[in-house]
């Protein structure tokens, strides 16, 4: 089973018969190496209705037939555009036949904003998924700071791989996502949402090290970059 970064928040989980994508931001992406229409997927996994974690939910769900798995409210503004959408809410399990997807919350906001009509739509709690697919259970925490009930998720749940942003002033920054890893128990860390924009470049490398140093395995994934998920 293969994990491919796509830069930003978006991941790509696949094996030989099976793939999803989390928050797909391709175009309108400095840093993707990716085009949205390069991309196969079954499943389409939403965080929240930011457009860096959206912007191409729809022309991937397009292309491939996919299913948008959201909040309900932002499965049911997808299923407004005729696209096929499962609708969950926070500690909701999804079976997808070869994984389970569990929606929990993160602290965010999460809304779709039109700069043309200079509105704001309500799109839901802003979440992540916990997917065990394989004998591996990997964490993406979408966009979050760091919350106390990150502990209740390691205690419940035993993670082999925590996606974690760190890009700060819109989520959790480096310090408090080394605490977040220490408070998850998890095995490994793959740092996102960093360096796509001037206000969140963060040193991804020197995070792994921090991470290292607590023993905890890390991966300072570029964009385009493939890593094998092990046990």
Known sequence: MNLTFHGHSCIQISDKEHSIIIDPFLSGNPAAKTKPEDIQAEYILLTHGHTDHTADAEAIARANDATIIATFELATYYSWKGLKTIGMNMGGTVD?????????????????????SQSIV?????????IDWNGSTLYHAGDTSLFGDLKMFGELHNIDYAILPIGDFYTMGPKDALIAAKWLQAKNVIPVHHSTFPGIVQDAVAFVSQLKEQGVGGFALQPGDQLTLEK
Not at 122 to 130: K, L, R
């Open 96 to 116: 997808l036949g070869f994984a389970t997807a569990k929606l929990v919350h993160a602290f965010h906001s999460s809304s779709i904003v039109s700069d043309d």
């Open 122 to 130: 309500y799109a839901g709690m802003p979440g992540g998924f916990i």
